[in-house]
């Protein structure tokens, strides 16, 4: 076997955001773009001589390529063995099972995640690291440096494998073998849950439709809900992974998973609704006639955990990141276990999953998991549902409202300006970051702050100060508003606005989401100056 060296020249832009390095399809078509990260992402690695690499991704459009390129120089740095699934095609949370079941020392995930695909649309890769989390930001620091300084990488010369029947190759020393990647997962899922009596539920004349969005999770979905369990043939639909995910964007919410949620507010609705994302670590869950808001679900979920047997003894924390509302700190507080805020990244929850710390997580961008994997998960997420509905034997709607009136609710929505001039957003942020030190007293829109800071992590574990995270501004009585640019985004800078308003009285759980939040509205509007610094009258995407 012969090993080659490529002269290359170093790209400025590759700069790992929220969740890996995510460009535009274009972007990474250039030559040598993705090669000179991935041995980028090698060089930023120690002591993985001979060992395992997970390599998998979500399908989309370059999929193919990129892992062919990816086991090439995998195999010319030295790794031993390399466990790609089938078609090159593996979920988020099943990679970072292989990663852990495997005790491989990482994988490599190419996926773009809920962002489009096609050859218009967006690509991306992320490593993840031995305990089969993201990685930390230390190491991504590291790929970046070392991708502006790159001047070659190594590569195999030869043929392209065949990945789309299971068997084992060699390309000199290492060993490339094609695994079934959904096996794993559907076993590891089955452990968790009492598959019996949701099996049970599906058979009692309940029903549930999932979308998959013509992404990742369509064999998993049908092999676990169809197969396993028993739901009615069709119950999954989008089901065949697609590159460019059949034109849609495989984002699952109200507005991108719109044919599910307008089929669950029907007359004739199914009993439960669900989807997952590009990659399958989403998932948006919608009862008969009822939308369950992700930082809701996470509640119910860290409630309700000890009716699944994984969590029959109860769980040990809970953390979610910092713009995800604080439903979930109630149900800590009366669960008296810990609860963790962090910034919004999956890769914070590591070192919390790591320790004991906390059993589940869980943020506002539709992600939900527990110490199961090191990823967010949505078939998980699915499954705990399913496993509650079977257990309470009520409805969704009954359950979260049974929940508000014990915990009372958190009214919670998102306001997304995408695509915005980066200057005018940056600007935005700074002359909002200047107002806080006057903020404390002050009432804006009948509503007087609190607390308002520029959100810094000090993890517990590592003791790494993770700073500019996020403005918050914190209202009496439990409303708060949050300021961030996106770290997912491909195309100029994207503004999140998230409002959150509690509310105790019972009588007044059932308001419209948006005017329940009137007020916040406004206030975000007053202290951003958002019109003036983008232009836009309204935000581009409501969840
Ligand atoms: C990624 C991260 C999540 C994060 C989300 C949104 O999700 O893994 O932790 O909450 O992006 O990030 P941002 O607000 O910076 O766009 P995914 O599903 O895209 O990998």
Redesign the pocket.
């Known amino acids: 076997m012969t090993f080659k060296t490529i002269s290359t020249t170093a790209f400025t832009d590759q700069k790992p955001?929220?969740?890996?390095l995510r460009k535009k399809v274009t972007v990474f078509a250039q030559e040598h773009y993705a090669e000179n990260f991935i041995q980028s992402i090698f060089d930023s690695l120690e002591d993985f001589q001979g060992k395992t690499l997970v390599l998998g991704g979500d399908g989309r459009y370059l999929n193919r390529k990129v892992i062919q390129s990816t086991i090439k120089i995998a195999a010319a740095n030295g790794f031993g063995r390399i466990l790609v699934g089938l078609g090159g095609i593996t979920s988020?949370p099943a990679a970072s099972n292989l990663i852990r079941k495997n005790k491989a020392f990482g994988g490599i995930i190419l996926?773009?995640?809920?962002?489009a695909g096609g050859p218009q649309g967006d690509f991306g890769i992320?490593f993840n690291i031995s305990n089969g989390g993201?990685a930390p930001e230390k190491l991504t620091e590291a790929m970046f440096a070392n991708s502006k300084t790159i001047t070659s990488y190594k590569i195999a010369d030869c043929a392209d494998i065949d990945i789309d029947t299971l068997g084992s190759h060699q390309i000199g020393d290492t060993v490339v073998e094609i695994i079934d990647p959904v096996k794993d997962y559907a076993a590891l899922m089955e452990s968790l849950f009492d598959f019996q009596a949701i099996r049970t539920l599906l058979q009692s004349g309940f029903t549930m439709r999932f979308d998959a969005m013509h992404a990742v999770t369509g064999p998993y979905a049908t092999e676990i809900f169809e197969n396993r369990l028993g739901a009615k043939a069709g119950s999954v639909f989008n089901a065949v992974p697609l590159e460019d995910f059949g034109g849609h964007h495989p984002d699952p919410n109200i507005v991108y998973a719109h044919e599910l949620y307008e089929e669950l507010m029907s007359a004739n609705a199914p009993d439960f609704g669900a989807a997952s994302?590009?990659?399958g670590?989403?998932n948006l869950i919608i009862g008969k006639g009822m939308y369950i808001a992700p930082s809701d679900s996470l509640a119910v979920l860290a409630a309700n955990a000890h009716l699944a047997p994984a969590y029959s003894k109860g769980i040990a924390g809970i953390a979610r990141?910092m713009?995800t509302s604080c439903a979930a700190d109630r149900v800590a507080e009366k669960l008296k276990i810990g609860m963790h805020e962090t910034p919004?990244?999956?890769?914070f929850f590591g070192n919390l999953l790591d320790t004991g710390l906390v059993t589940i997580c869980g943020?506002?961008?539709?992600?939900t998991g527990s110490d199961h994997v090191r990823?967010?998960d949505g078939l998980w997420a699915v499954l705990l549902w399913l496993n509650i509905l079977a257990v309470r034997k009520q409805s969704v709607a009954e359950i979260m409202h049974e929940h508000w009136q014990t915990y009372g609710r958190n009214y919670y929505s998102r306001h997304d300006y995408e695509e915005v001039a980066s200057d005018g957003a940056n600007a935005l942020m700074d002359a909002l970051r200047a107002k806080l030190p006057d903020l404390k007293g002050k009432t804006v829109q009948g509503m007087v702050v609190e607390a308002a800071d520029d959100f810094a992590y000090h993890d517990p574990v590592d003791h790494s100060v993770s700073k500019h995270q996020g403005i918050r501004i914190l209202f009496a009585g439990g409303s708060r508003l949050v300021v961030?640019?996106?770290?997912?985004?491909t195309a100029g800078a994207?503004i999140?606005i998230y409002l959150e308003r509690y509310e105790a009285d019972s009588s007044k759980h059932d308001l419209e989401t948006q005017a329940a939040l009137t007020p916040l509205i406004a206030a975000a509007a007053e202290l951003t100056e958002i019109t003036h610094y983008t232009g836009r009258e309204k935000p581009s995407v409501i969840t």
């Open positions: 955001g929220t969740s890996g988020t996926s773009a995640s809920h962002n992320k993201p994302d590009g990659d670590d989403r990141s713009p919004t990244g999956w890769k943020e506002e961008s539709a992600g990823e967010k961030r640019l996106s770290g997912t985004g994207t999140r």
